[in-house]
């Protein structure tokens, strides 16, 4: 099993990205999905959360600008970034708590995707 986050790249402040996570290999069932993200000399933060039941949660810092969602179909999660700020430059990480076929729950992390935003 493997999370593998796409979308991220250079937009200016003001402007929208789409950042994609699609999980792979072989999958039984996936549970929450998150994004989070860590800028330089800064700790991982919590951006938003996705349950099964899509009931979603937010940081302060993002509310009303970026969305998050899911498409179970395709195993793929994904977070709306609009009227992006310089302070959310950061790499963005996707987290996914998945039950392999034949295995136990377990957490999974991609490898990041960085987001810059010019001022």
């Known amino acids: 099993v493997q999370l593998v986050e796409s979308g991220g790249g250079l937009v200016q402040a003001g402007g929208s990205l789409r950042v994609s996570c699609a999980a792979s290999?072989?999958?039984?069932?996936?549970?929450?999905m998150r994004w989070y993200r860590q800028a330089p000399g800064k700790e991982r933060e919590l951006v938003a959360s996705?349950?099964?039941?899509?009931?979603?949660n937010y940081a302060d810092s993002v509310k009303g600008r970026f969305t998050i969602s899911r498409d179970n179909a395709k195993n793929t999660m994904y977070l709306q970034m609009n009227s992006l700020k310089p302070e959310d430059t950061a790499v963005y990480l996707c987290?996914?708590?998945?039950?392999?076929?034949?295995?136990?729950?377990?957490?999974?992390w991609g490898q990041g995707t960085q987001v810059t935003v010019s001022s």
């Open positions: 996705i349950s099964t039941d899509d009931s979603t």
């Open positions: 290999g072989s999958i039984a069932t996936i549970s929450s």
């Open positions: 987290y996914a708590y998945i039950l392999p076929l034949g295995r136990g729950w377990n957490n999974f």
